[in-house]
């Protein structure tokens, strides 16, 4: 794996080989020294053109307990406010000499053009580009179903046959166009729930059925999992809903909708949360809710991408 850009182009044998790595960079975050030397020597820059905080920490962690020297830039402050170029940028960065670029851009296709342009030859791990794609963190969600699913014994497994319900703001959402390519590759049967205004252009075209009825859509499959999305008011310059209150009625996970729930559901949100609007404290603060759990195999996941990109090594190797 040269990059990972989207995870419309990882085939199913890599995803799976980069989630069971994923399985021994978990067993490294339980140690008491979290610490392995697999990139000792190299300098990863974390290239976020916009604000983030939970993405660029995790990153940030996960180069750091493989031994990598890290550079962090944000483009306020920067030299990006006066003007200059993804192409200068990168290109100074890149006569410091560094080794991997994890990039986030508020501009969908950004880490493509890096990728592709000549500018830079190194590694790049997308990071989330405007509303195109947010690979690790459809890798990271996979890896919880994963784990949940199949425990211990989840390595080399794929998620055939699970159901999974994604509700919420489609049409902004990197994270669903990462998680429905993702899941269509492990095998799972993918529903997307919305109102129509929150929903793409030639969303039938993709590989997942679709209603605009939450209960309907409860009732008809009887979810594994289902992913709440946040809506993402600040990509929104029209009015896609009424109101808020309206909102909630309708595709929000309330109180009685979660109960209404088999209880093995699995209740799934990639932060950050609008409490009482797209999801319930009660759903959100639930031992069915796995949100905690996907922040800590972010850093696991992210471990795996940047190990697989850096090193091209298909197994953990230890010094």
């Given at each position: 794996?040269?990059?990972?850009?989207?995870?419309?182009?990882?085939?199913?044998?890599?995803?799976?080989?980069?989630?069971?790595?994923?399985?021994?960079?978990?067993?490294?975050?339980?140690?008491?020294?979290?610490?392995?030397?697999?990139?000792?020597?190299?300098?990863?820059?974390?290239?976020?053109?916009?604000?983030?905080?939970?993405?660029?920490?995790?990153?940030?962690?996960?180069?750091?307990?493989?031994?990598?020297?890290?550079?962090?830039?944000?483009?306020?402050?920067?030299?990006?406010?006066?003007?200059?170029?993804?192409?200068?940028?990168?290109?100074?960065?890149?006569?410091?000499?560094?080794?991997?670029?994890?990039?986030?851009?508020?501009?969908?296709?950004?880490?493509?053009?890096?990728?592709?342009?000549?500018?830079?030859?190194?590694?790049?791990?997308?990071?989330?580009?405007?509303?195109?794609?947010?690979?690790?963190?459809?890798?990271?969600?996979?890896?919880?179903?994963?784990?949940?699913?199949?425990?211990?014994?989840?390595?080399?497994?794929?998620?055939?046959?699970?159901?999974?319900?994604?509700?919420?703001?489609?049409?902004?959402?990197?994270?669903?166009r990462s998680n429905v390519w993702l899941l269509q590759t492990l095998g799972a049967e993918v529903q997307l729930v919305a109102p129509p205004t929150l929903l793409p252009h030639a969303v039938d075209t993709w590989p997942?059925?679709?209603?605009?009825?939450?209960?309907?859509?409860?009732?008809?499959?009887?979810?594994?999992?289902?992913?709440?999305?946040?809506?993402?008011?600040?990509?929104?310059?029209?009015?896609?809903?009424?109101?808020?209150?309206?909102?909630?009625?309708?595709?929000?996970?309330?109180?009685?909708?979660?109960?209404?729930?088999?209880?093995?559901?699995?209740?799934?949100?990639?932060?950050?949360?609008?409490?009482?609007?797209?999801?319930?404290?009660?759903?959100?603060?639930?031992?069915?809710?796995?949100?905690?759990?996907?922040?800590?195999?972010?850093?696991?996941?992210?471990?795996?991408?940047?190990?697989?990109?850096?090193?091209?090594?298909?197994?953990?190797?230890?010094?």
């Amino acid at each position: 794996m040269k990059h990972l850009l989207s995870t419309r182009d990882v085939s199913r044998e890599d995803t799976i080989q980069l989630l069971d790595i994923a399985e021994d960079m978990s067993a490294v975050n339980d140690r008491e020294v979290k610490k392995l030397p697999a990139l000792r020597g190299k300098t990863v820059v974390n290239l976020f053109f916009e604000d983030s905080t939970r993405t660029r920490i995790s990153f940030e962690a996960a180069e750091k307990r493989l031994s990598a020297d890290v550079i962090n830039f944000a483009a306020k402050g920067s030299s990006v406010s006066k003007g200059e170029s993804l192409k200068d940028t990168t290109q100074t960065l890149a006569a410091m000499g560094i080794d991997a670029v994890v990039i986030r851009h508020g501009a969908s296709g950004a880490p493509q053009v890096l990728a592709q342009s000549g500018w830079i030859d190194a590694p790049v791990i997308n990071a989330g580009d405007g509303t195109h794609e947010h690979p690790t963190q459809a890798l990271l969600d996979a890896f919880t179903m994963r784990k949940r699913i199949h425990g211990a014994s989840s390595r080399g497994k794929g998620l055939d046959g699970i159901k999974v319900t994604i509700v919420g703001d489609i049409l902004h959402s990197r994270v669903a166009r990462s998680n429905v390519w993702l899941l269509q590759t492990l095998g799972a049967e993918v529903q997307l729930v919305a109102p129509p205004t929150l929903l793409p252009h030639a969303v039938d075209t993709w590989p997942v059925s679709v209603s605009y009825d939450l209960d309907d859509a409860f009732a008809q499959s009887k979810p594994d999992v289902v992913m709440m999305l946040r809506i993402q008011q600040e990509r929104m310059h029209d009015a896609f809903f009424p109101n808020e209150r309206e909102y909630s009625n309708m595709w929000g996970l309330t109180q009685e909708r979660f109960f209404s729930l088999p209880a093995k559901t699995m209740v799934m949100h990639p932060g950050p949360m609008n409490r009482g609007l797209e999801i319930s404290s009660v759903a959100a603060d639930s031992p069915q809710s796995t949100v905690l759990e996907q922040v800590a195999n972010g850093v696991s996941v992210r471990m795996a991408a940047l190990y697989m990109v850096l090193t091209g090594e298909r197994e953990v190797t230890h010094d």
